[in-house]
């Protein structure tokens, strides 16, 4: 069974730009959850889907947002790029909210200049 | 979701087990301890996961002690490929469960030749 994949794998953008990031989760796997990591904060929630609704929410601001779509294929998209914005997106599928194991796709490697 | 604490680095030799320890003296009834790694710049890794008893697979075995305030992951066969960061989590599964993972800092294995 194929992992999840994340496109694009890298990608360079300008400040006040804004860009999108996909995720196909696992075949089967209907939540998707988004994660932003970078060097001094670690790895942050930032929201996660399931049955195409946000079912919880991290505290980022609003220039981050997201949908999921009919085949449980998540976007994320941020608006307004800052230079902090820059980090490793990562996406995680599992079966449903309650279940017990989120498995991680390789990411979107972010750079804002 | 109670907190972990892993030393911050250890190595082995190629070939050798590695036994990673984690301690969760906090740790609720009801949460499981999981174990993922990531290597460098890669998305996390599921490696195991266990509520009380010991389990093993393909890649590790999970040992959690009987009063469940600690455990250890252990790769049998350490290989030059095993060498990442290694995060223990503790975490409600099922019913309730949060959506969102919480790493810490993790414990790096260098595996050397």
């Known amino acids: 069974k194929a992992g999840v994949t994340q496109t694009p794998r890298y990608l360079i953008k300008t400040r006040g730009q804004q860009v999108t990031l996909s995720c196909s989760p696992i075949s089967g796997h209907r939540s998707v959850s988004w994660y932003q990591q970078t060097p001094g904060q670690g790895l942050q929630f930032l929201f996660e889907y399931f049955s195409e609704t946000q079912r919880n929410k991290g505290n980022f601001p609003g220039r981050f947002s997201g949908r999921q779509f009919s085949n449980s294929r998540s976007e994320m998209n941020v608006s307004t790029l800052e230079l902090g914005d820059s980090a490793l997106y990562l996406c995680?599928?599992?079966?449903?909210?309650?279940?017990?194991?989120?498995?991680f796709g390789p990411g979107t490697r972010l750079l804002v200049l | 979701d109670a907190k972990t604490t892993q030393p911050p680095s250890m190595d082995c030799a190629e070939g050798r087990a590695a036994n990673l320890p984690c301690n969760h003296s906090?740790?609720?009834?009801?949460?499981?301890v999981y174990w993922y790694r990531q290597i460098h710049s890669q998305g996390p890794q599921y490696i195991i996961h266990g509520l009380k008893n010991n389990e093993t697979n393909e890649m590790a075995s999970l040992i959690i002690t009987e009063d469940r305030k600690s455990s250890t992951l252990i790769l049998p066969h350490a290989t030059l490929r095993d060498t990442a960061v290694y995060y223990c989590?503790?975490?409600?599964?099922?019913?309730?469960?949060?959506?969102?993972?919480?790493f810490g800092k993790g414990i790096t294995l260098s595996v050397r030749p």
């Open positions: 995680a599928s599992r079966w449903d909210p309650l279940g017990e194991t989120q498995y």
């Open positions: 989590i503790v975490r409600v599964a099922g019913a309730g469960a949060n959506s969102k993972l919480t």
């Open positions: 906090t740790i609720s009834g009801n949460e499981y």
